[in-house]
């Protein structure tokens, strides 16, 4: 294709030959292939790093929104951590109990509201704050006197202070855990992956704080468990896609092929695939859980466990990919090194024409010519002489007979001396002469 641009009486045609050796590589590796093929071949065929800023753009929002609903919205703290009595009691069989005349028993009872009552299994639990030892007395003898629970109601109590201290115990536990992501990103890769992996951990742990405080799930050390659980899982996925970053980025600066990112951009591609298999096997457990904790059981263990974890691992194997990669490549682009090979890279390709895919694997090559030159053409096929400015020692081309170059004898000067005067070699005599 040639367009023609006039320019202030200077035209400038610019015409773009495909690259021969695309049609081999689309052919070889199925870039003209359906969306699934792509995604499996992973040959670098999408262009996911090119899109960072909206990753980002996508990720603020989600964070912005999280921390806005845990501050005003807050959480539901089990007995757990907030301290207070928990009362439990199975109805007979056969009979229905609904947990508002439960909340109203046990108010009449006590003159306290309870913080939740809820359906656990075949049970029902009536969780308050603290309760003196007469008001619980009063409470059973209500429960007992209204429901005749099968077994009668347990109780069980669990102080302010020890829930503050368990509290205290798991922000230092995560707070463990990142110092010691960092630390062997840090030893493993280097500072700015380190920061990257660190920001997308952080990223699944707000994220999936302000999704459970909006749906308001009872906060219990089963919560905690599954969180450090998820952010181990979002490390995992975050380390494959970095080992093969590293992968393709080793020596890069002494070759003029490809950018950092589109190394990191094939590298993303070649374990994109990968990180969606590991998650959707890992995924559907846990659905199996929050079902059975949910649907089932009503409540409970499983259902604050398998809750965190289907977040979690969710927005884990999204950062990933699209914040733990792009964060480090954008730090990556700040070390002079990489800056001057990428300016290096670019510019040899701009001298030679070459557009390349967001890979670094060249697509087509763009000629400019200007008014007055003529533009470039395909050689005709030469006849089967040898060029006569044939330099010694070159090899004539293929299927091309070699001639022996002829050259002209010097003249005859049979006068005397002086530069030129005197025959210099036996090849300048007449022929037919002999030396004597």
Known sequence: MTNNDDLGGLTTTVSTETDPRQATSDKQYG??????????????AFNILGHRKIYYLVSSILVVASILL??????????DFAGGTTLVFQPTEGQTVSTSEVAQVVTS?????????????????VSSSTLT?????AAKGALNQEFAP???????????TWGSEISQRAL??????LVAVAAFLWIRYEKRMAAGAVVSVLHDLIITAGIYSLVGFEVTPSTVIGLLTILGFSLYDTVVVYDKVQENTRGLTSLNRRTYPEAANLAVNQTLMRSINTSLIALLPVAGLLVAGVVILGSGTLKDLSLVMLIGMLVGAYSSVFIAVPIAVDLKLRDPLIKAHTQRVEGKRKAEGLVVDADGDPIRRISRTTAGSTPAA???????????????????????????PVTKPAPTNTTGGGAGGRPTGKGNRPAGKRNR
């Open 378 to 404: 395909t050689p005709a096929p030469r006849a089967a002489v040898a060029p006569s400015n044939l330099k010694p020692g070159a090899a004539p081309k293929p299927g091309v007979k070699p001639a022996r």
């Open 133 to 137: 030892i007469d008001q619980v007395v």
């Open 70 to 79: 845990i501050i005003f919205r807050g959480f539901q703290f089990g007995i």
């Open 172 to 177: 230092l536990a995560v707070l463990v855990f």
């Open 109 to 125: 009872a006590t003159g306290v509201e309870p913080d939740a009552v809820q359906t656990v299994g075949t049970q029902i639990q």
């Open 31 to 44: 870039r003209q292939a359906g969306f699934l093929s792509k995604l499996t071949t992973g040959t670098g």
């Open 150 to 160: 099968t077994g009668g109601v347990s109780d069980s109590a669990v102080s302010e």
